[in-house]
C-alpha cells in the first residue's frame, strides 16, 4: 500500500432509509497515486482487490460493494463527496429518535481525516500558503444571527448588527473561512 498510496482523504456519512427504518454508515475516500498508477500492472490494484482489502482490515466479510473510480479532472464532482455533509438534515430530522441515534454516532468523532499528500496541502492551506489560489468572499455580512431547532423548523433567536471588530473578521475572508 505505501508504494502505491501517497496519500487520502476519509469522510465518514451515515445516511438514513427511512421505508425501512435503517442507517447506513459509510465513507467517501479520495486516494491519492502516481500518475502512472492506472499504466503500472505492478501497482494497480483491481476493484475485486480494494473490496476484499476492505474486507479484511474491517473484519467484515458481509461488505459487498467499494466503488474504485478515477477521477477525471479538477472538477470532478467525485471529489466533492468528501466536502459535503456526514448526514443530511432532511434524515436526521425525521424525529427525536432518528436525531438522537445520528448525533450519538457522530458525536466526538473526527468526521474527516487526511494522510500523506492531503495532510501536507491542509497543513499549507492553514499557514495561508495556498490564499493567491481561493477566492475571496465579496459578501458583505452586518449581521449576527442565531436560530434554534424547535416544531419543526428554525426559530429565529437573535438578531444584531456586527460591530467594528466583528465586521472586520468577518467579512473578506477566504470564502468559506468565516467563523462567528
Not at 106 to 129: C, H, N, P, Q, W
Amino acid at each position: 500500500m505505501k508504494k502505491v498510496v501517497k496519500g487520502y482523504a476519509r469522510k465518514l456519512e451515515i445516511t438514513y432509509n427511512e421505508e425501512r427504518g435503517d442507517y447506513h454508515p459509510h465513507f467517501h475516500v479520495l486516494i491519492t497515486v502516481n500518475k502512472s498508477y492506472f499504466k503500472n500492472t505492478k501497482q494497480y490494484i483491481s476493484r475485486d482487490r480494494w473490496l476484499e482489502l476492505w474486507q479484511q482490515v474491517t473484519k467484515n466479510p458481509l461488505i459487498t460493494q467499494v466503488d474504485v473510480r478515477k477521477v477525471r479532472g479538477s472538477r470532478d464532482d467525485k471529489v466533492y463527496e468528501i466536502a459535503k455533509y456526514s448526514a443530511k438534515d432532511s434524515e436526521y430530522l425525521q424525529n427525536q429518535n432518528v436525531f438522537e441515534v445520528f448525533y450519538n454516532a457522530l458525536k466526538g468523532k473526527r468526521l474527516i481525516v487526511f494522510s500523506g499528500l492531503f495532510k501536507d496541502a491542509m497543513t499549507k492551506f492553514k499557514d495561508g500558503e495556498l490564499d493567491d489560489y481561493t477566492d475571496r468572499d465579496k459578501t458583505k455580512y452586518v449581521y449576527a444571527i442565531m436560530y434554534n431547532w424547535g416544531s419543526k423548523r428554525y426559530l429565529e433567536m437573535e438578531k444584531r448588527l456586527l460591530d467594528d471588530n466583528e465586521l472586520e473578521e468577518v467579512n473578506g475572508k477566504l470564502i468559506d473561512e468565516k467563523n462567528l
